[in-house]
């Protein structure tokens, strides 16, 4: 601690400017300051970019939930052209297509719940085909695997870029 | 600028000498001490060169806040999840769809939903306990009223456009019950009152409430009405199942309470028994 020439105040150590008078105080470099990865992520500069890059690995989120939301749809409209008689399946599997659609639209503006939201379902409803038929465990499982390591980016990416607009007091969008 | 010159004051006497005697607040600091930026009300630290309002350099991240109330939501929902699905698996394996085994099954499953339901709320006794001492003013008690009577026609007409359309066999809540023996105290716990206050205690206390940590009141509801709709695992019902999840949900914000959710729920059930036993609508 010491005290500022112009003011009097009780300046910290490693104070550049006094926090009352706003003047100028000697501190005990005078080299360039350096700023860590740390210091740097807190400017206003470093969570402009880190928002940018949370946001951009956020929106991945509708594009998955769209893909989602089109390969059932697809399948649904196979399942019906097929046989009429399968009537009662595509309509299961239309109804979740259109709920996915729903999903991708509402991840466009908020992908966090979205993500969230979209994550469940498909777990849900993944363990339900397994349970009717364990064959469907395997199939497509590649394709699985992405979507969940997608979704799973999305949401920890979405809950990190609230948190960085809760702590610098912005409204997050 | 100029300052404002300060306006004249209207309080005189007692009142006067006493503001006046209260320290004034601490002005401090009012500049940056990384940057000589000028100090607005309510930083935390400088947004120009991340210096902390305490005078220390450098902001360390805080910990993953929303990690806990997201995972307690999660973990309920599996857990749930796992005990419908295990019931899935037992009516199958039995090999018979109907009669008492199913019923049996069934009804241990609610069991075991109820305990886990109320160790959940028990960890998260903080967003619970509030929502159990409050009981609201009563037009809540009134909405839920009307509300249940709202989704109850939605949910029928729902069924019925499905049973009509596609031949989906209506779902028997009443005939199992009755058929096993049971009476209408037994019917009116297992299907009305057990879900009621299970399932809002699960999915409008729990998990809204741990939603609502990290989630703006709005998205909350709707995620928790997500998982209400598909819990229930059947395609078919979800449009109405999700429409009445959102009721529920925000029955829940706005009264502040767990009880008009509960009775709202407890009455849609209620008339879906009455519906069955008495020939429908």
């Keep these: ?45 470093g969570i402009k970019l880190q928002a940018e890059g949370l946001r951009k690995e956020a929106h991945k989120a509708f594009v998955c939930l769209l893909v989602v939301a089109i390969l059932q749809l697809v399948v ?13 399946v595509s309509v299961v599997v239309g109804i979740i297509g259109v709920l996915f659609f729903g999903l991708a639209f509402w991840a466009r503006r908020s992908p966090f719940p979205a993500a969230i939201t979209g994550l469940v379902i498909l777990v849900t409803l993944w363990a339900l ?45 | 600028m100029q300052d404002a010159p300060e306006p004249p004051t209207l309080v005189e006497g007692p009142a006067a000498s006493s503001l006046a005697e209260e320290p004034a607040a601490p002005a401090f600091p009012r500049y940056c001490s990384g940057c000589g930026a000028a100090w607005e009300a309510g930083w935390t630290g400088c947004p120009i060169c991340a210096r902390r309002g305490d005078g220390s350099s450098a902001a360390k991240r805080t910990e993953e806040i929303e990690e806990r109330p997201l995972r307690r939501s999660l973990s309920l929902y599996f857990a749930l999840l796992a005990t419908s699905l295990a019931g899935v698996i037992a009516t199958i394996s039995s090999g018979r769809p109907d009669g008492p085994a199913q019923l049996f099954i069934q009804w241990t499953v609610q069991a075991v939903d109820t305990l886990l339901v109320f160790a959940w709320c028990l960890a998260a006794r903080k967003d619970i306990a509030p929502l159990v001492r ?125 009880y008009p959710p509960i009775l709202l729920h407890f009455l849609h059930n209620l008339y879906c028994i009455f519906a069955e036993v008495h020939g429908g609508l």
Excluded at chain 1, 28 to 35: A, E, F, K, N, Q
Excluded at chain 1, 76 to 88: G, K, V
Excluded at chain 2, 211 to 227: D, N, Q, T, W
């Design chain 1, 129 to 173: 085909d397994a349970i009717a038929d364990p064959a469907t465990v395997a199939q497509g499982l590649l394709v699985k695997i992405i979507i969940i390591v997608v979704l799973v980016r999305a949401i920890q990416a979405g809950a990190r870029y609230r948190r960085l607009m809760q702590e610098t007091g912005t409204e997050h969008v």
């Design chain 2, 134 to 258: 409050a009981t609201s003013g009563l037009r809540w008690y009134a909405f839920a009223a009307a509300g249940s009577l709202a989704t109850f026609v939605l949910a029928s007409l729902a069924v019925e456009a499905l049973v009509r359309t596609l031949g989906i066999e209506r779902m028997k809540l009443a005939e199992p019950v009755f058929e096993a023996g049971h009476g209408w105290p037994a019917l009116l716990l297992m299907v009305s009152l057990q879900p009621a206050i299970v399932e809002e205690l699960a999915f409008r206390g729990v998990i809204l409430g741990a939603l609502g940590r990290f989630l703006k009141p709005g998205e909350a509801v709707v995620v928790s009405s997500m998982m209400f709709m598909v819990l229930h695992l059947l395609p078919m019902s979800f449009p109405h199942l999700f429409l009445m999840g959102l009721a529920l949900g925000f029955l829940r914000i706005r009264s502040g309470s767990i």
């Design chain 1, 1 to 45: 601690m010491s005290l500022c020439p112009h003011c009097g105040v009780t300046v910290e150590e490693t104070a550049a400017f006094c926090p009352s008078c706003g003047k100028a105080v000697s501190s005990g470099s005078t080299g360039p300051r350096v700023v860590d990865r740390e210091e740097l992520a807190a400017t206003g500069a």
């Design chain 1, 76 to 88: 649904a409209a196979i399942f019906y052209a097929l046989s009429p008689a399968l009537l009662q």
